[in-house]
């Protein structure tokens, strides 16, 4: 294997990912014009799809590459039905360009997924357990590769929503809140713009 960046095969094809969870955060995605962009959207979508079924498809349907996330805190008929009707959702892994996306059960580990990644890709962890670095000590994981080319999802616990810079970058997604989270790797360095219920951030990180 090669000893190039990871993730700056990302940058050479020019990947701007959108991780929008909510409605709010859906009906911006409708305003852009996303029809090179990836993206995910986060669930829990049980109310959304009931009541804004039109707009969630309309949504899904314009941006370039979508995948739906899904959450335990919907009905699984929910995503039976989303499926049906044309949805792509995450079952365990997806793989699209230059990323590669896991979707981790609950309780299951993402060191494997993390040390064991492609040359180039930059990898996307969907889990809906807490960070792992709030959880146990990690002087025990050979983590100091880790944090080149990943991102991890935490989306179930209830928690402050933010951005982490440690071992690896953790975005960290209360069920409760509205987020978008815009990740641009053509810049240099990439950037990640982040809008919780309104409030806006910025920051320049490397992937």
């Given amino acids: 294997m090669g000893s190039g ?10 990947a701007r990912i959108m991780i929008a969870k909510g ?3 859906l009906r911006i995605v409708n305003e852009m014009d996303c029809r090179s962009d990836v993206l995910f959207i986060v669930g829990p979508l049980s109310k959304i799809f009931l009541l804004y079924e039109n707009m969630l ?9 979508s995948l739906v996330i899904p959450s335990s805190y919907d009905d699984v008929a929910i995503y039976v039905n989303m499926r049906r ?3 792509n959702i995450c079952r365990r892994s997806a793989i699209h360009g230059c990323i590669e996306i896991y979707c981790l059960e609950r309780g299951e580990k993402p060191w494997s997924h993390m040390l064991l990644r492609r040359e180039g890709m930059l990898t ?10 709030d959880l146990e000590s990690l002087d025990i994981y050979p983590t100091a590769r880790a944090r080149e ?4 999802i935490s989306y179930g616990v209830s928690q402050p929503s933010g951005v982490i810079v440690s ?3 953790s975005l960290r997604i209360n069920p409760f809140d509205d987020l978008l989270a815009i990740i641009d790797t053509i810049t240099t360095p990439p950037t ?5 219920s309104g409030y806006r951030l910025s920051l320049q990180t490397a992937f």
Avoid: M, T
């Avoid at 700056?8 to 094809?13: D, F, K, L, M, W």
């Avoid at 996307?124 to 792992?132: A, V």
């Avoid at 990640?192 to 919780?196: A, D, F, P, T």
């Fill in 5 to 14: 960046h990871r993730g700056s095969g990302c940058r050479e094809q020019g």
């Fill in 23 to 25: 409605e709010k955060a």
């Fill in 57 to 65: 498809k309309e949504v899904y349907d314009k941006c370039g590459y």
């Fill in 85 to 87: 009707l044309g949805y």
């Fill in 124 to 133: 996307l962890l969907f889990s809906e357990d807490p960070e792992p670095e």
């Fill in 149 to 152: 080319g990943v991102l991890y």
């Fill in 167 to 169: 071992r690896w970058i």
């Fill in 192 to 196: 990640i713009n982040l809008n919780i």
